[in-house]
């Protein structure tokens, strides 16, 4: 006898995920979000202790609610905590390459950093908040020099 994880979720955890179209998520990622329901936020560690699978797994499977704009992240690497967005209704359109592994591409952030300090000097900490970045991640873009072209 088998029993599906999402078989254990109380009936309004139940509810509320059928509210969202999770055709293309996997069981352990709905299992994850039904506890991100509940908690607002998880690790990486807790992601694992949930659903049983290995670190790079559920990294994975947690950019791939990100990439569903499901959830987000805050801070990077070892600190990252995935928030649930509140503002994500229904997913629009079922991504058939869910979860599949892509070359991340970063798109320039400089233009809303320059934006967000143009009034006033603000320090790393505030610019990372409101951009939903780590510090580190705003510091890399500071020192990077001159416009797209200059990139490998």
Same mark, same amino acid.
């Given at each position: 006898m088998t029993i599906k994880n999402h078989g254990l979720l109380d009936d309004e955890a139940v509810a509320w995920l059928s509210t969202i179209d999770t055709s293309q998520l +996997?069981?352990? /990622?709905r299992l =994850? !979000? %039904? &506890?991100l329901h509940r908690n607002r936020t998880v690790t990486n /560690? /807790?992601?694992r202790s949930l659903t049983g699978c290995d670190a790079q797994t559920a990294t994975r499977e947690l950019a791939g609610l990100a990439s569903a704009e499901l959830v987000h992240k805050t801070n990077d690497r070892r600190w990252t905590i995935w928030v649930l967005r509140d503002d994500f209704g229904r997913m629009a359109q079922p991504r058939s390459? &869910? #979860?599949a592994e892509t070359p991340r591409t970063r798109r320039d952030r400089r233009p809303?950093? $320059?934006a !967000?300090? %143009?009034s006033r000097a603000q320090p790393t900490r505030a610019l990372a908040e409101e951009l939903e970045m780590s510090g580190a991640g705003v510091l $890399?873009? !500071?020192?990077?020099? =001159? #416009? +797209?072209a200059d990139r490998p």
């Open positions: +996997t069981d352990r /990622q =994850g !979000l %039904a &506890f /560690q /807790q992601y390459d &869910f #979860g809303e950093i $320059r !967000l300090l %143009a $890399r873009w !500071l020192r990077k020099r =001159g #416009g +797209t």
